[in-house]
Nanobody, 126 residues
Framework: QVQLVESGGGLVQAGGSLTLSCAVS????????MGWFRQAPGKEREFVAA????????FYADSAKGRFTISRDFGKKTVSLQMNNLKPEDTATYYC???????????????????WGQGTQVTVSS
């Protein structure tokens, strides 16, 4: 059974940093684009960042540009999201997702993804 397990969430003050990690198992990691999405209470899920299956393209939401960096480690089968200069509006549950390259529509669209993790909570205090 495919598993995506997020870790690294927590409570941080505004201006601080966190690194989220997503460990992937039972999935051919090489052929999946990977993305991070987030959902705050009472809000729709939104795209944060994505990296192509080959690792050569990265995509960011405007809110993440210049502050967040997505990366992937093929050997460890992990994808990470380095988040700097965090703001209270970044508070949300963050989800990792995997998008098979052959059926991929758009890495910025949640509907394109085939597998999802359970999420990790990020809380940024002001």
């Amino acid at each position: 059974q495919v598993q995506l397990v997020e870790s690294g969430g927590g409570l941080v003050q505004a201006g601080g940093s966190l690194t989220l990690s997503c460990a992937v198992s039972k999935l051919d990691f090489t052929y999946y684009g990977m993305g991070w999405f987030r959902q705050a209470p009472g809000k729709e899920r939104e795209f944060v960042a994505a990296i192509s299956w080959g690792g050569d393209e990265r995509f960011y939401a405007d809110s993440a540009k210049g502050r967040f960096t997505i990366s992937r480690d093929f050997g460890k089968k992990t994808v990470s999201l380095q988040m700097n200069n965090l703001k209270p509006e970044d508070t949300a549950t963050y989800y990792c997702a995997a998008d098979y390259w052959k059926t991929s529509i758009n890495l910025e669209m949640g509907d394109s993804y085939d597998f999802w993790g359970q999420g990790t909570q990020v809380t940024v205090s002001s």
